[in-house]
Protein backbone atom coordinates (compact mmCIF):
# COMPACT_ATOMS: atom_id res chain seq x y z
CA UNK A 1 0.00 0.00 0.00
CA UNK A 2 1.64 3.59 -0.84
CA UNK A 3 1.01 6.25 1.87
CA UNK A 4 -2.35 7.99 2.02
CA UNK A 5 -1.38 11.40 2.87
CA UNK A 6 -4.23 13.48 4.14
CA UNK A 7 -3.95 17.71 3.31
CA UNK A 8 -6.14 20.70 4.65
CA UNK A 9 -7.79 22.90 1.93
CA UNK A 10 -6.94 26.17 3.69
CA UNK A 11 -3.17 25.50 3.44
CA UNK A 12 -1.57 26.54 0.12
CA UNK A 13 -1.10 24.35 -2.49
CA UNK A 14 -3.51 21.63 -1.11
CA UNK A 15 -5.35 21.03 -4.69
CA UNK A 16 -2.23 21.35 -6.82
CA UNK A 17 -1.28 19.22 -9.42
CA UNK A 18 -4.73 17.11 -9.21
CA UNK A 19 -7.54 17.26 -11.99
CA UNK A 20 -10.04 15.61 -10.00
CA UNK A 21 -12.20 15.94 -6.86
CA UNK A 22 -14.19 12.62 -5.67
CA UNK A 23 -17.17 13.11 -3.36
CA UNK A 24 -17.94 10.06 -1.87
CA UNK A 25 -20.92 9.15 0.39
CA UNK A 26 -24.05 11.88 0.36
CA UNK A 27 -27.63 11.51 0.34
CA UNK A 28 -30.61 12.50 -0.78
CA UNK A 29 -34.22 12.90 -0.49
CA UNK A 30 -34.50 8.79 -0.96
CA UNK A 31 -32.74 8.34 2.04
CA UNK A 32 -34.57 6.94 4.84
CA UNK A 33 -33.10 8.39 8.06
CA UNK A 34 -34.67 6.70 11.28
CA UNK A 35 -35.61 8.67 13.86
CA UNK A 36 -33.76 6.72 17.26
CA UNK A 37 -31.80 10.03 17.59
CA UNK A 38 -34.51 11.59 18.71
CA UNK A 39 -34.54 10.90 22.34
CA UNK A 40 -30.46 11.11 22.61
CA UNK A 41 -30.83 14.64 20.77
CA UNK A 42 -33.79 16.06 23.53
CA UNK A 43 -31.68 14.54 26.19
CA UNK A 44 -29.11 17.33 25.87
CA UNK A 45 -32.13 19.70 25.93
CA UNK A 46 -34.14 20.09 29.36
CA UNK A 47 -37.58 21.53 28.21
CA UNK A 48 -37.23 19.11 25.14
CA UNK A 49 -36.58 16.12 27.47
CA UNK A 50 -39.41 16.59 29.81
CA UNK A 51 -41.87 17.54 26.76
CA UNK A 52 -40.40 14.15 24.80
CA UNK A 53 -40.99 12.25 28.33
CA UNK A 54 -45.06 13.26 28.90
CA UNK A 55 -45.45 12.68 25.39
CA UNK A 56 -44.14 9.07 25.54
CA UNK A 57 -45.92 8.24 29.37
CA UNK A 58 -49.47 9.85 26.76
CA UNK A 59 -48.60 7.58 23.75
CA UNK A 60 -48.24 4.51 26.35
CA UNK A 61 -51.22 5.19 28.10
CA UNK A 62 -53.47 5.55 25.00
CA UNK A 63 -51.17 2.48 22.94
CA UNK A 64 -50.66 0.42 25.74
CA UNK A 65 -46.93 -0.24 23.87
CA UNK A 66 -43.66 1.98 23.56
CA UNK A 67 -43.48 4.51 21.62
CA UNK A 68 -41.21 2.84 18.73
CA UNK A 69 -39.10 5.25 16.92
CA UNK A 70 -37.68 3.07 14.49
CA UNK A 71 -41.18 2.99 12.81
CA UNK A 72 -40.83 6.43 11.83
CA UNK A 73 -38.23 8.09 9.54
CA UNK A 74 -37.08 11.51 8.38
CA UNK A 75 -36.21 12.03 4.36
CA UNK A 76 -33.00 14.50 3.84
CA UNK A 77 -34.28 17.86 1.84
CA UNK A 78 -32.06 17.69 -1.06
CA UNK A 79 -33.28 15.83 -4.10
CA UNK A 80 -31.16 14.34 -6.58
CA UNK A 81 -30.35 17.03 -8.82
CA UNK A 82 -29.90 19.53 -6.30
CA UNK A 83 -27.50 17.01 -3.98
CA UNK A 84 -25.52 16.64 -6.81
CA UNK A 85 -25.32 20.29 -7.96
CA UNK A 86 -24.05 20.89 -4.35
CA UNK A 87 -21.51 18.47 -4.21
CA UNK A 88 -20.42 19.75 -7.66
CA UNK A 89 -20.29 23.24 -6.88
CA UNK A 90 -17.63 23.03 -3.91
CA UNK A 91 -15.47 20.79 -6.13
CA UNK A 92 -15.78 23.28 -9.56
CA UNK A 93 -15.28 26.04 -7.28
CA UNK A 94 -11.54 24.45 -6.70
CA UNK A 95 -10.77 24.09 -10.60
CA UNK A 96 -11.17 20.64 -10.47
CA UNK A 97 -13.27 18.28 -12.39
CA UNK A 98 -16.40 16.37 -9.91
CA UNK A 99 -16.51 12.90 -9.65
CA UNK A 100 -19.84 12.59 -7.28
CA UNK A 101 -21.38 9.56 -5.70
CA UNK A 102 -24.29 9.10 -4.24
CA UNK A 103 -25.31 6.72 -1.80
CA UNK A 104 -28.76 6.42 -0.06
CA UNK A 105 -29.45 3.93 2.43
CA UNK A 106 -29.74 0.69 0.79
CA UNK A 107 -31.83 2.32 -2.67
CA UNK A 108 -30.40 3.16 -6.03
CA UNK A 109 -32.93 4.97 -7.19
CA UNK A 110 -31.31 8.38 -6.84
CA UNK A 111 -28.59 7.71 -8.74
CA UNK A 112 -30.27 5.26 -11.41
CA UNK A 113 -32.94 8.60 -11.65
CA UNK A 114 -29.80 11.15 -12.57
CA UNK A 115 -28.46 8.85 -14.84
CA UNK A 116 -31.62 9.01 -17.10
CA UNK A 117 -30.46 13.37 -17.96
CA UNK A 118 -27.93 14.24 -19.97
CA UNK A 119 -25.59 16.70 -17.82
CA UNK A 120 -25.22 13.37 -14.99
CA UNK A 121 -25.40 10.46 -17.12
CA UNK A 122 -21.78 9.13 -16.08
CA UNK A 123 -23.33 9.61 -12.50
CA UNK A 124 -22.01 6.15 -10.83
CA UNK A 125 -24.70 4.03 -9.28
CA UNK A 126 -23.94 3.87 -5.55
CA UNK A 127 -25.22 2.83 -2.22
CA UNK A 128 -24.97 2.66 1.80
CA UNK A 129 -25.50 -0.80 2.70
CA UNK A 130 -26.93 -1.73 6.29
CA UNK A 131 -24.95 -4.91 7.68
CA UNK A 132 -26.25 -6.56 10.89
CA UNK A 133 -23.76 -8.52 11.96
CA UNK A 134 -22.68 -10.15 15.25
CA UNK A 135 -25.14 -7.45 17.59
CA UNK A 136 -24.35 -4.34 16.04
CA UNK A 137 -24.85 -2.55 12.78
CA UNK A 138 -22.30 -1.33 10.05
CA UNK A 139 -22.97 0.67 7.02
CA UNK A 140 -20.96 -0.26 4.06
CA UNK A 141 -19.91 1.93 0.86
CA UNK A 142 -20.84 0.30 -2.78
CA UNK A 143 -19.77 2.31 -4.99
CA UNK A 144 -20.21 2.66 -8.89
CA UNK A 145 -21.99 -0.61 -9.19
CA UNK A 146 -22.73 -2.12 -13.28
CA UNK A 147 -25.76 0.18 -13.81
CA UNK A 148 -27.06 -2.73 -15.84
CA UNK A 149 -27.14 -5.17 -12.84
CA UNK A 150 -27.18 -2.57 -10.08
CA UNK A 151 -30.80 -2.98 -9.61
CA UNK A 152 -30.66 -7.01 -9.01
CA UNK A 153 -27.58 -6.40 -7.03
CA UNK A 154 -29.11 -4.06 -4.41
CA UNK A 155 -32.27 -6.30 -3.99
CA UNK A 156 -30.00 -9.06 -3.27
CA UNK A 157 -28.29 -6.93 -0.43
CA UNK A 158 -31.99 -5.30 0.75
CA UNK A 159 -32.82 -9.31 1.61
CA UNK A 160 -29.70 -9.88 3.40
CA UNK A 161 -30.86 -6.65 5.24
CA UNK A 162 -33.87 -7.61 6.02
CA UNK A 163 -32.33 -11.19 7.24
CA UNK A 164 -29.21 -10.86 7.79
CA UNK A 165 -27.50 -14.68 7.89
CA UNK A 166 -24.14 -14.35 8.18
CA UNK A 167 -22.43 -17.55 6.24
CA UNK A 168 -23.63 -15.58 3.17
CA UNK A 169 -21.72 -12.45 3.48
CA UNK A 170 -18.40 -13.58 2.22
CA UNK A 171 -20.10 -14.98 -0.63
CA UNK A 172 -22.42 -11.88 -1.42
CA UNK A 173 -19.22 -9.46 -1.23
CA UNK A 174 -17.70 -11.62 -3.57
CA UNK A 175 -20.13 -11.15 -5.91
CA UNK A 176 -20.73 -7.44 -5.36
CA UNK A 177 -16.65 -6.63 -6.56
CA UNK A 178 -16.71 -9.51 -9.09
CA UNK A 179 -16.57 -5.68 -11.46
CA UNK A 180 -13.25 -4.57 -10.87
CA UNK A 181 -14.95 -1.07 -11.38
CA UNK A 182 -16.63 -1.39 -8.16
CA UNK A 183 -15.51 0.19 -5.04
CA UNK A 184 -16.52 -1.02 -1.69
CA UNK A 185 -15.79 1.08 1.60
CA UNK A 186 -16.19 0.34 5.27
CA UNK A 187 -18.19 3.83 6.28
CA UNK A 188 -17.29 4.94 9.60
CA UNK A 189 -16.35 2.04 11.08
CA UNK A 190 -16.27 2.74 14.88
CA UNK A 191 -19.75 5.29 15.26
CA UNK A 192 -21.60 2.92 17.51
CA UNK A 193 -24.35 4.48 15.90
CA UNK A 194 -27.38 1.91 17.78
CA UNK A 195 -25.59 2.33 21.04
CA UNK A 196 -24.73 -0.98 21.81
CA UNK A 197 -21.63 0.59 23.77
CA UNK A 198 -18.62 1.57 22.18
CA UNK A 199 -16.27 -1.00 23.18
CA UNK A 200 -18.02 -3.67 21.92
CA UNK A 201 -19.32 -2.82 18.67
CA UNK A 202 -14.66 -1.44 18.12
CA UNK A 203 -13.94 -5.05 18.92
CA UNK A 204 -16.96 -5.83 16.42
CA UNK A 205 -15.87 -3.82 14.03
CA UNK A 206 -12.24 -5.17 13.73
CA UNK A 207 -13.31 -8.17 13.66
CA UNK A 208 -15.34 -7.63 10.63
CA UNK A 209 -12.61 -6.27 8.90
CA UNK A 210 -10.29 -9.00 9.59
CA UNK A 211 -13.07 -11.43 8.65
CA UNK A 212 -14.00 -9.23 5.07
CA UNK A 213 -10.99 -7.68 4.37
CA UNK A 214 -10.63 -9.26 1.02
CA UNK A 215 -13.41 -7.41 -0.44
CA UNK A 216 -12.86 -4.40 1.48
CA UNK A 217 -11.12 -1.83 -0.71
CA UNK A 218 -10.71 1.46 1.76
CA UNK A 219 -11.81 2.46 5.74
CA UNK A 220 -13.38 5.75 5.68
CA UNK A 221 -12.53 8.74 7.17
CA UNK A 222 -16.07 11.01 8.25
CA UNK A 223 -17.23 14.53 7.57
CA UNK A 224 -19.53 14.00 10.09
CA UNK A 225 -17.34 12.45 12.69
CA UNK A 226 -14.24 13.89 15.64
CA UNK A 227 -11.18 14.29 14.03
CA UNK A 228 -9.75 11.90 17.03
CA UNK A 229 -12.12 9.15 15.80
CA UNK A 230 -10.78 9.63 12.54
CA UNK A 231 -7.21 9.49 13.74
CA UNK A 232 -7.84 6.17 15.10
CA UNK A 233 -9.37 5.02 11.34
CA UNK A 234 -6.02 5.93 9.87
CA UNK A 235 -3.95 4.11 12.59
CA UNK A 236 -6.44 0.89 12.05
CA UNK A 237 -5.72 1.52 8.08
CA UNK A 238 -2.35 1.57 8.13
CA UNK A 239 -1.86 -1.37 10.51
CA UNK A 240 -3.68 -3.67 8.48
CA UNK A 241 -2.77 -2.12 5.27
CA UNK A 242 -5.71 -0.72 3.74
CA UNK A 243 -6.24 2.72 2.38
CA UNK A 244 -8.24 5.35 3.83
CA UNK A 245 -10.83 7.14 1.81
CA UNK A 246 -12.75 10.01 2.21
CA UNK A 247 -16.78 10.07 2.85
CA UNK A 248 -18.38 12.66 4.00
CA UNK A 249 -21.79 11.95 4.73
CA UNK A 250 -23.58 14.89 3.67
CA UNK A 251 -27.46 14.51 4.43
CA UNK A 252 -28.06 18.18 4.19
CA UNK A 253 -27.20 21.54 2.62
CA UNK A 254 -23.41 21.95 3.30
CA UNK A 255 -21.35 19.89 1.25
CA UNK A 256 -19.28 17.46 2.13
CA UNK A 257 -16.58 18.08 4.51
CA UNK A 258 -13.83 15.29 3.20
CA UNK A 259 -13.08 14.96 -0.26
CA UNK A 260 -10.69 12.70 -2.25
CA UNK A 261 -8.42 14.17 -4.93
CA UNK A 262 -7.15 12.31 -7.77
CA UNK A 263 -5.90 12.86 -11.78
CA UNK A 264 -8.18 10.10 -12.98
CA UNK A 265 -10.77 10.98 -15.20
CA UNK A 266 -13.56 9.01 -14.75
CA UNK A 267 -15.12 6.99 -11.28
CA UNK A 268 -13.07 3.60 -12.82
CA UNK A 269 -9.96 5.19 -12.87
CA UNK A 270 -10.51 6.02 -9.68
CA UNK A 271 -11.90 3.16 -8.28
CA UNK A 272 -8.68 1.56 -10.22
CA UNK A 273 -6.48 3.54 -7.67
CA UNK A 274 -7.87 3.02 -4.44
CA UNK A 275 -8.52 -1.00 -5.22
CA UNK A 276 -5.09 -1.95 -7.26
CA UNK A 277 -2.41 0.47 -6.79
CA UNK A 278 -3.55 1.13 -2.54
CA UNK A 279 -3.78 5.06 -3.59
CA UNK A 280 -5.39 7.64 -2.18
CA UNK A 281 -5.43 11.49 -1.60
CA UNK A 282 -7.96 13.12 0.98
CA UNK A 283 -8.24 16.74 1.76
CA UNK A 284 -10.46 18.21 4.78
CA UNK A 285 -12.68 21.05 3.46
CA UNK A 286 -12.85 24.40 5.91
CA UNK A 287 -16.33 23.64 6.50
CA UNK A 288 -14.31 20.51 8.79
CA UNK A 289 -12.72 22.64 11.34
CA UNK A 290 -15.81 24.37 12.93
CA UNK A 291 -17.34 23.05 15.73
CA UNK A 292 -19.18 19.78 15.14
CA UNK A 293 -22.14 21.06 17.22
CA UNK A 294 -22.61 24.00 15.52
CA UNK A 295 -22.94 21.94 11.91
CA UNK A 296 -25.19 19.88 13.07
CA UNK A 297 -27.57 22.61 14.59
CA UNK A 298 -27.53 23.65 11.12
CA UNK A 299 -28.47 20.94 9.55
CA UNK A 300 -30.91 20.51 11.55
CA UNK A 301 -32.47 23.87 10.38
CA UNK A 302 -32.08 22.79 7.16
CA UNK A 303 -34.03 19.57 7.96
CA UNK A 304 -37.21 21.18 9.62
CA UNK A 305 -37.27 24.14 6.83
CA UNK A 306 -39.82 24.51 4.59
CA UNK A 307 -39.32 24.42 0.93
CA UNK A 308 -42.12 25.63 -1.36
CA UNK A 309 -39.63 24.03 -4.19
CA UNK A 310 -39.11 20.68 -3.07
CA UNK A 311 -38.28 18.02 -5.35
CA UNK A 312 -41.32 15.59 -4.72
CA UNK A 313 -43.53 18.64 -3.41
CA UNK A 314 -42.90 17.56 0.02
CA UNK A 315 -43.11 21.83 0.73
CA UNK A 316 -43.73 21.11 4.79
CA UNK A 317 -41.33 19.74 7.12
CA UNK A 318 -43.81 17.05 8.11
CA UNK A 319 -44.39 16.00 4.61
CA UNK A 320 -40.82 14.81 4.99
CA UNK A 321 -41.04 12.39 7.61
CA UNK A 322 -42.93 9.14 7.38
CA UNK A 323 -44.52 6.33 9.31
CA UNK A 324 -45.92 3.49 9.27
CA UNK A 325 -49.24 2.26 10.72
CA UNK A 326 -50.51 -0.23 12.33
CA UNK A 327 -52.07 -1.65 9.11
CA UNK A 328 -48.40 -1.13 7.49
CA UNK A 329 -49.56 1.60 5.29
CA UNK A 330 -47.17 4.58 5.01
CA UNK A 331 -47.89 8.07 5.80
CA UNK A 332 -46.03 11.48 5.70
CA UNK A 333 -46.12 12.72 9.53
CA UNK A 334 -48.61 15.70 8.03
CA UNK A 335 -51.27 13.48 7.75
CA UNK A 336 -51.33 12.30 11.21
CA UNK A 337 -52.34 15.90 12.06
CA UNK A 338 -55.28 17.35 9.92
CA UNK A 339 -56.04 19.98 11.83
CA UNK A 340 -52.53 20.91 11.59
CA UNK A 341 -52.71 20.71 15.83
CA UNK A 342 -49.28 18.69 16.69
CA UNK A 343 -48.55 17.71 20.17
CA UNK A 344 -46.49 20.33 21.86
CA UNK A 345 -42.96 18.42 22.07
CA UNK A 346 -43.45 18.57 18.29
CA UNK A 347 -44.08 21.86 18.12
CA UNK A 348 -41.16 23.00 20.77
CA UNK A 349 -39.09 20.75 19.14
CA UNK A 350 -39.99 22.87 15.89
CA UNK A 351 -39.12 26.09 17.55
CA UNK A 352 -36.08 25.03 18.74
CA UNK A 353 -35.29 24.21 14.72
CA UNK A 354 -36.54 27.48 13.21
CA UNK A 355 -34.43 29.67 16.15
CA UNK A 356 -31.16 27.76 14.57
CA UNK A 357 -32.26 29.14 11.08
CA UNK A 358 -31.80 33.02 12.24
CA UNK A 359 -28.23 33.64 11.01
CA UNK A 360 -27.45 35.54 13.95
CA UNK A 361 -27.90 32.70 16.23
CA UNK A 362 -25.98 30.45 13.98
CA UNK A 363 -23.47 32.66 14.53
CA UNK A 364 -23.74 32.84 18.33
CA UNK A 365 -23.21 28.76 17.97
CA UNK A 366 -20.26 29.02 16.73
CA UNK A 367 -18.90 30.02 20.37
CA UNK A 368 -21.00 26.36 21.18
CA UNK A 369 -16.90 24.93 20.61
CA UNK A 370 -14.43 25.63 19.02
CA UNK A 371 -12.18 25.43 15.85
CA UNK A 372 -10.12 22.52 15.79
CA UNK A 373 -6.42 22.87 16.65
CA UNK A 374 -5.23 19.92 15.68
CA UNK A 375 -5.25 20.88 12.72
CA UNK A 376 -2.98 23.25 12.66
CA UNK A 377 0.55 22.98 11.59
Not at 29 to 46: G, K, M
Not at 236 to 258: F, K, M, Q, T, W
Not at 318 to 325: A, G, K, L, P
Amino acid sequence: MKPCPVSFAWQPGAFSGYRTGVSLHSHTSHSRETLDFIPRFCAAIPPLAAALRRYEARYRRLHGRELDYGAAWWTPPLGPREALSVERAQIESRCLAPLVSITDHDNVEAPMLLRILSESRETPVGVEWTVPWRGTTFHIGVHNLPPRSAAARMEELARFTARPHEALLPGLLDWITDSPDTLVVFNHPFWDEKGRGRAFHISRAEEFLRIHRPWIHGLELNGLRPWSENQRIIELAESREIPYVSGGDRHCCEPNALLNLTSAATFSEFTEEVRADGMSRVVLMPQYREPMTSRILASIADVMRDNAEHTHGWTRWSDRVFFRRSDSSIDPLSAAFPSGREPSVIRLFVLFSRLLDDQRLRWAMRGLGQPAREFES
